[in-house]
Structure formats: structure tokens, C-alpha cells
């Protein structure tokens, strides 16, 4: 199966500024999803990330919050912007792997705003 | 995406096995079931996923009931390793995550 980097781990962050998110697959995948995990809560749907065209969106996530860069099939990076405290979450990279016809994930990326 | 209720919590004595029950009624005939895991900020980890036909792996069995309106998934021989998170989803493109069912194997 696919296997995914995310880098960095984890990160705490002041608020107010930035932090880029990196998702490298050892394999061309179609297509890349960015999720968030809250503290105690399920998985949450970003957007999905297309290669050579903008992500698309989820309801409650908009693109200058959460930009999205998908520059070839086995990376994309998603920018968590201006944060505040109520952005410290997990969030996590995952691509549809055709060799186990699923999903995989990556570790994700532990993030605290402080 | 069709919604589906699992059981909040459930628990399970060791070695023997854990059936997660899972409804999706509304299920769409083109969407599959998925079944993932998370264990402690881990990754979701993908367990078994079916359309229509009983499945199984090294995992676990995937039980789909003819009308496609709910699932057990199986696993045979419960370990401690076993507790975790248990995501049912039905799907045929992007996951849409539920609550889950927490199930703790108990010694």
C-alpha cells in the first residue's frame, strides 16, 4: 500500500502567523484529501486536492483559511493561516490507494496554537 | 454521503470476537463500506471495505446484509492491540467520518 510522509509531526505556533503542512506519497495518486481532528472529535473533511487544479472545499472551510497546493501526484502541502488556538488540531493527508482499492493515511501533524 | 449509527462504546473480552454493528440505511448502490481503526493519535488505519458480497482479510470480516442497510465487522480473536476507534463509512469517493464506536478489549 501507499505510504505516506507528513511532515513536520507536530508544531506549536503563535498566533496570528502561518504553518505549511507537507504530504509526500511514494507513489502517483489521483487524488489527496486534507482532514482535521479537533481534540476528542472525529475527522473532518478540508478539501480534496487536485493536481494541476484547484482544491475543492468542504462546507465550513474556505481557501484563504486552508490553501491548498498540489504541484504533481505524490505531493501537496495545505497552509494553515493566521491561526488561532481554536485551529490546534490534528490534521491529516490521505490519498485513495489503488493498490488496497482504500483509503490511506498519513500520521498527521499534531498542531498547537498558543 | 449516506450517514451511518454506530454504538458509542462497546467492549470485548480478549480472545474473543468483536462484531461491530453498523447502520447505513440510506446507503446509495453505488457507495461502498469502509471499515477503519484509529488507535490513539494514530492515522486512521483501513481495515476491510465491501459493495454488496461478504468480505474478509488478515483483519477481519466485512458482513453486508442483502438489503445493504447495515454491517458487522468482524475480528476473530480480539487482542489488547484491538482497542481503538472504530469508523464505519459508506462512501464511493471522499470519507465522511462519524463518531465511531470506541471498543476496549478487556483482559
Known amino acids: 500500500s501507499a505510504v505516506i510522509s507528513q511532515k513536520p509531526s507536530r508544531d506549536i505556533c503563535q498566533r496570528g502567523t502561518s504553518l505549511t503542512i507537507q504530504c509526500q506519497v511514494d507513489?502517483?495518486?489521483?487524488?489527496m484529501f486534507w482532514y482535521r481532528q479537533q481534540p476528542g472529535q472525529s475527522l473532518t473533511l478540508i478539501a480534496t486536492?487536485?493536481?494541476?487544479?484547484?482544491?475543492?472545499?468542504e462546507s465550513g472551510f474556505v481557501i484563504d483559511k486552508f490553501p491548498i497546493s498540489r504541484p504533481n501526484l505524490t505531493f501537496s502541502t495545505l497552509t494553515v493561516s493566521n491561526m488561532s488556538p481554536e485551529d490546534s488540531s490534528i490534521y491529516l493527508c490521505?490519498?485513495?490507494?489503488?493498490?488496497?482499492?482504500?483509503?490511506?493515511f498519513g500520521s498527521g501533524t499534531r498542531l498547537t496554537v498558543v | 454521503d449516506a450517514k451511518t449509527t454506530q454504538p458509542t462504546s462497546m467492549d470485548c473480552a480478549e480472545g474473543r470476537a468483536a462484531n461491530l454493528p453498523c447502520n447505513h440505511s440510506?446507503?446509495?448502490?453505488?457507495?461502498?463500506v469502509y471499515w477503519y481503526r484509529q488507535i490513539h493519535s494514530q492515522g486512521p488505519q483501513y481495515i476491510i471495505h465491501?459493495?454488496?458480497n461478504n468480505e474478509t482479510n488478515e483483519m477481519a470480516s466485512l458482513i453486508i446484509t442483502e438489503d445493504r442497510k447495515s454491517s458487522t465487522l468482524i475480528l476473530p480473536h480480539a487482542t489488547l492491540r484491538d482497542t481503538a476507534v472504530y469508523y464505519c463509512?459508506?462512501?464511493?469517493?471522499?470519507?465522511?467520518f462519524g463518531t465511531g464506536t470506541r471498543l476496549t478489549i478487556i483482559p
Open positions: 465491501g459493495l454488496k
Open positions: 463509512i459508506v462512501a464511493n469517493e471522499k470519507l465522511t
Open positions: 490521505s490519498v485513495w490507494d489503488r493498490g488496497q482499492s482504500g483509503y490511506t
Open positions: 486536492a487536485n493536481q494541476g487544479s484547484e482544491a475543492t472545499y
Open positions: 440510506t446507503i446509495s448502490g453505488n457507495e461502498y
Open positions: 507513489s502517483q495518486v489521483t487524488m
